[in-house]
């Protein structure tokens, strides 16, 4: 089970930190995304993290605002964004893949992600 939180309202240039607990399965054994959904768009890749969380992959929209980590003993996640925009104004999804091991690669198609959480509301303002 993945449960989102941190969401909120924030005017431009503000920031937030989503977080995203898991249950149910051994955390530091997947690859954690996130995604983001706004109103009459198709679901959009924000990033990703290996299971270690020493390998991070982001969308190029995204790239120096919003950082992805993760704390395994916590079987946390988390989405540090800064600098928001008003476009950035979406339900943020983290989802999970279990990580087979070998050679880290990025997924960022939401397919890729067999569980996912309910979502956070992100509003930013301008």
């Known amino acids: 089970q993945l449960v989102e939180s941190g969401g909120g309202s924030v005017q431009a240039g503000g920031s937030l930190r989503l977080s995203c607990a898991a249950s149910?399965?051994?955390?530091?054994?997947?690859?954690m995304g996130w995604f983001r959904q706004a109103p009459g768009k198709e679901r959009e890749f924000v990033g990703t993290?290996?299971?270690?969380?020493?390998?991070?992959y982001y969308a190029d929209f995204v790239k120096g605002r919003f950082t992805i980590s993760r704390d395994n003993a916590k079987n946390t996640v988390y989405l540090q964004m800064n600098g928001l925009k008003p476009e950035d104004t979406a339900v943020y999804h983290c989802?999970?893949?279990?990580?087979?091991?070998?050679?880290?690669?990025?997924?960022?198609?939401?397919?890729?992600?067999?569980?996912w959480g309910q979502g956070t509301q992100v509003s930013v303002s301008s």
């Open positions: 989802a999970a893949r279990f990580d087979f091991g070998g050679a880290w690669y990025a997924p960022s198609r939401s397919v890729e992600y067999p569980y």
């Open positions: 149910g399965g051994t955390f530091s054994s997947f690859t």
């Open positions: 993290i290996s299971r270690s969380g020493s390998s991070t």
